[in-house]
């Protein structure tokens, strides 16, 4: 316990020095200009991740007059992006906290409502580029996958138990229902007929071998497979789900709230949230089109490709 421990310390220590490395937030000019941010005004980054939104919008804010919440699951991104945005002082609040519970973490800090939220849905470069945290197919690591690095108790299932222990059919269904693979029967044969899988590399490996491949493919073999894994082992669409819910509650009238998706399975039911809320007259939709990165950014920025923004207000 006390080496992985030290290991940890060592990974995180190993990227507080690189923290001078390039971070592209996704749509940025964009998520600032819908959020119409007021100097004077209270804003939630439901979603800190590498800080780089936070430090955006903290930028536009009065010292002693606006204020900035910002919340991540996971304690060592917490940690690194402190150390970027300490230069921002007590104008930003740091909270260890899902963003499911947005309430409990503004209320907690005495403030009634805000008046603007963002909620970026993608999994941060630092999660993606540490092979130690198991969410990239590209270099060998665990399969862990869980976001907040096993800190809470009820964060104990991993990718390794489901890809190996899981039933064919349960592996099947999951990768089905979480990424709409339609390979996912001949996949999960494939992962069963494998077991056991080492790592994330022989994952990789396993689902690239059985998949079928239909013309040319943009995407790697076994991005839908992981996408599930990840989906499933942090709870994303509960997570989600409830963070639709409680949101609305926390905004204040003409509060704007800003969400940034990477798959249909996200963007669904954020659209299906705004849509309801107008419906009950809560919210506005102010995006009847989802924005998507011009193609100079996705360029520049590959992981945006797949990124929409929706907006709404409150009424």
């Known amino acids: 316990m006390a080496r992985l421990r030290r290991k940890k310390r060592a990974a995180t220590t190993g990227w507080l020095k690189r923290l001078d ?7 940025l000019e964009e ?33 002693g007059k606006g204020r900035l919440i910002s919340l991540d699951r996971d304690a060592q991104a917490l940690q690194i992006a402190q150390e970027r945005l300490k230069e921002f002082g007590s104008l930003v609040s740091f909270v ?30 630092m999660q993606l580029d540490r092979p130690e945290r198991g969410f990239s197919f590209r270099e060998a690591g665990p399969l862990d996958m869980r976001m907040s690095s096993g800190e809470a108790e009820e964060d104990t299932l991993t990718a390794d138990e489901i890809v190996n222990q899981w039933s064919e059919k349960e592996v099947a269904d ?14 999960a044969r494939g992962i069963v007929k494998a077991r056991p899988i080492r790592d994330t590399a022989h994952l990789a490996t396993v689902v690239a071998g059985v ?11 076994a991005t839908k497979t992981f996408l599930a894994l990840r989906i499933a082992v942090n709870r994303e669409m509960e997570e989600l789900g409830q963070f639709l819910f409680r949101t609305p509650a926390t905004l204040n009238s003409g509060g704007r709230w800003v969400m940034l998706t990477y798959h249909s399975r996200e963007d669904r039911p954020v659209k299906r949230a705004f849509q309801e809320g107008e419906k009950e007259g809560t919210l506005r939709v102010l995006t009847k089109h989802v924005i998507v990165p011009r193609p100079e950014e996705q360029a520049a920025n590959p992981r945006s490709r797949s990124a929409k923004l929706r907006c709404a207000e409150k009424v």
């Open 211 to 221: 998949r079928k491949q239909w013309g040319r493919q943009r995407l790697h073999p």
């Open 96 to 125: 260890h906290s899902p963003f499911s519970k947005i309430a409990e973490a503004v209320h907690g800090l005495g403030i009634a409502n805000v008046d603007g939220v963002l909620a970026d849905l993608g999994v941060s470069s």
């Open 31 to 63: 998520v600032l200009e819908w959020l119409r941010i007021k100097p004077d005004g209270i804003y939630v980054d439901a979603t800190l991740g590498a800080g780089g939104h936070s430090a955006a919008i903290a930028a536009r804010l009065s010292p």
């Open 174 to 187: 999951l990768l089905f229902q979480e990424a709409e693979e339609h390979d996912s029967r001949r996949i």
């Open 21 to 27: 490395a390039p971070h592209t937030p996704v749509l």
